[in-house]
């Protein structure tokens, strides 16, 4: 593997050690990378900013996209510490980055007690089936404004 690749994941490994000793949230860090240069960073802070989404790649995402001035991250690498959850990995995807280079498994933060494997196994449970059932209501208002979205002209897609 390429050295810088290792000053990447340990930059993001350095991260996720940085929360224990503040303690700002759990034992994770991420980093975005574009050209080779670090252009976001970001540790875990759901504790100490009492914000769920507040997953070192999310923060990480938010700290590049803002420095880079886009929301997509093309041409971009995240490092993690640990391979992303459910709700990371979609905003990893949303991002759109060309790689994604973790160092801990899901399992292995399993073991130290951050196990996601609830929410893969919920995703495959039918809507009104799961532990928080999703109800479905006022379609037909909600859908015309999709309609004025689908017929706008100066839209920004993404």
């Not at 905003?91 to 399993?110: E, G, L, M, N, T």
Request: charged share 25%; with cysteine.
């Amino acid at each position: 593997m390429h050295p810088d690749k290792n000053i990447f994941m340990t930059a993001a490994i350095r991260l996720a050690a940085d929360n224990l000793k503040t303690g700002k949230g759990g034992p994770f860090g991420a980093v975005v990378v574009k050209d080779g240069k670090i252009v976001g960073r970001g540790g875990n802070s759901v504790t100490s900013t009492n914000d769920p989404t507040a997953h070192a790649e999310v923060n990480a995402i938010r700290d590049a996209c803002k420095h880079l001035n886009t929301f997509q991250l093309d041409d971009c690498e995240i490092y993690t510490s640990c391979e992303p959850c459910p709700m990371c990995l979609g905003a990893i995807y949303w991002a759109r980055p060309k790689k994604i280079y973790y160092a801990c498994s899901k399992q292995d933060a399993a073991v130290a007690g951050f196990d996601d494997s609830f929410i893969y196994e919920e995703i495959n449970i039918p809507l009104a089936d799961r532990k928080i059932p999703a109800i479905q209501m006022m379609q037909e208002d909600a859908l015309e404004v999709f309609n004025k979205w689908v017929e706008m002209e100066n839209k920004i897609e993404y």
